[in-house]
C-alpha cells in the first residue's frame, strides 16, 4: 500500500517485486492460511511501534 507503484493491482505488484507473471503472487494470495485477526493484531503493533508510543491504544 505505501508504495510508488501507481497501480496496486497484482500485475503491477508483480512486476514491482521482479515476477514476470502474477499467477505466483495470486496463488499466494488466495491459498495461504491467513488469520484475519492475527493480521489485524500485527499491523496495528507495527503501525504503534512506528508512530514510536504517540498513539494512546483504543484498547482500554
Known amino acids: 500500500m505505501l ?3 501507481k ?3 497484482l500485475p503491477e ?3 514491482a517485486v521482479g515476477l514476470h ?3 505466483p503472487l495470486q496463488n ?3 491459498n495461504s ?7 489485524r493484531d ?3 503493533e ?7 508510543g504517540r498513539f494512546i491504544s483504543y484498547k482500554k
Open 28 to 30: 499466494f494470495l488466495t
Open 46 to 52: 507495527l503501525t504503534l511501534l512506528m508512530l514510536e
Open 21 to 23: 507473471d502474477a499467477q
Open 33 to 39: 492460511p491467513w488469520s484475519v485477526e492475527d493480521l
Open 42 to 44: 500485527r499491523r496495528l
Open 13 to 15: 505488484i508483480a512486476k
Open 3 to 5: 508504495s510508488e507503484i
Open 7 to 9: 497501480r496496486k493491482s
